[in-house]
């Protein structure tokens, strides 16, 4: 999602740097402030965006791997009641 925003971030670059060529030294100074003011925070709220995604990862783990080991028991569980009740079809039992 904030990748989103890259295009107009380079639009922005690229329209400040012909502004930076157009304008007089100081106006030109102002605006390839402002530019890199913008991608400084860009680039900010995208390392911010990844340590939280990191975060948010190593918070859900266990709880990924508690989940996974209760579909494999539950599964296994599965299986052996279809083989007990294949096995006392076979022996003429039906429940």
């Known amino acids: 999602m904030i990748e989103d925003y890259r295009p107009l971030v380079d ?3 690229s329209v400040g740097q012909e ?3 157009t304008y007089t ?4 100074q102002i605006v390839g402030n402002e530019v890199t003011d913008v991608t400084t925070k860009y680039d900010q709220v ?3 965006a990844r340590e939280k ?3 948010l990862n190593e918070a859900l783990q266990p709880t990924i791997t508690d989940v996974s080991v209760y579909l494999h028991v539950q599964s296994n569980l599965h299986l052996r ?3 007990v009740v294949g096995l006392l079809a076979v022996k003429g039992v039906y429940l």
């Open 11 to 13: 639009d922005l670059t």
């Open 19 to 21: 502004l930076i060529d």
């Open 25 to 28: 030294h100081d106006d030109g």
């Open 46 to 48: 995208k390392r911010d």
């Open 53 to 55: 995604l990191h975060l």
């Open 81 to 83: 009641c279809v083989i």
